[in-house]
Antibody, heavy 119, light 105 residues
Framework: QVQLKESGPGLVQPSETLSLTCTVS????????VSWVRQPSGKGPEWMGR???????AYNSALKSRLSISRDTSKNQVFLKMNSLQTDDTGTYYC?????????????WGQGASVTVSS | IQLTQSPSLLSASVGDRVTLSCKGS??????LAWYQQKLGEAPKLLIY???SLQTGIPSRFSGSGSGTDYTLTISSLQPEDVATYFC????????FGGGTKLELK
């Protein structure tokens, strides 16, 4: 059974760094990519970036200067770090199982991690 | 690539045939997916590669389109289809549309 679960702090101070962990099960990080998607309340989703199955990364150009995605395949975990957080970074952050060019895009999602940026 | 969905809000009755539109600012080359998001839940993949039905999704959902214009059709609306629907392109970068909220009339 494919599962993804986000974990991390629910509250982050402005200008601080957000660190989230996505722990996956039911598939291999070396066979599937993992993308991070965020969604402000009441708005559409925004693709943030991805960890490709081969270890390469890709980032949304609007976030690239602040964002870093890494992984630990031995722990089945993918990590997101984003610095210089502001209030408009508040929202729900999802990790998703993403395509390896053959499989469908973002066919499994975590439950989401709610992040509030506030002092 | 920017994606524009229309309408932003759609009211329909149970049993209606419903059509949602997604238009790209550039050619999407059929790399277009549709997601359904119910209140308080994560999005769920319905359709990928324009018209491929994801496993487990009812056959009343279908997708079509080409170039810059794509459509999600629900052949007979059911109460459980009340949700917001997002299109998503993965041809050139990765972007979502703004969504269409579908409600019962």
């Amino acid at each position: 059974q494919v599962q993804l679960k986000e974990s991390g702090p629910g509250l982050v101070q402005p200008s601080e760094t957000l660190s989230l962990t996505c722990t996956v099960s039911g598939f291999s990080l070396t066979s599937y990519s993992v993308s991070w998607v965020r969604q402000p309340s009441g708005k559409g989703p925004e693709w943030m970036g991805r960890m490709w199955y081969d270890g390469d990364t890709a980032y949304n150009s609007a976030l690239k200067s602040r964002l870093s995605i890494s992984r630990d395949t031995s722990k089945n975990q993918v990590f997101l770090k984003m610095n210089s957080l502001q209030t408009d970074d508040t929202g729900t952050y999802y990790c998703t199982r993403d395509s390896n060019y053959i499989t469908p895009p973002m066919d499994a999602w975590g439950q989401g991690a709610s992040v509030t940026v506030s002092s | 690539i920017q994606l524009t969905q229309s309408p932003s809000l759609l009211s329909a009755s149970v049993g209606d045939r419903v059509t949602l539109s997604c238009k790209g600012s550039q050619n999407i080359n059929n790399y277009l997916a549709w997601y359904q998001q119910k209140l308080g839940e994560a999005p769920k993949l319905l359709i990928y590669n324009t018209n491929s039905l994801q496993t487990g999704i009812p056959s009343r959902f279908s997708g079509s389109g080409s170039g810059t214009d794509y459509t999600l059709t629900i052949s007979s609306l059911q109460p459980e289809d009340v949700a917001t629907y997002f299109c998503y392109q993965y041809n050139n970068g990765w972007t979502f549309g703004g969504g269409t909220k579908l409600e019962l009339k």
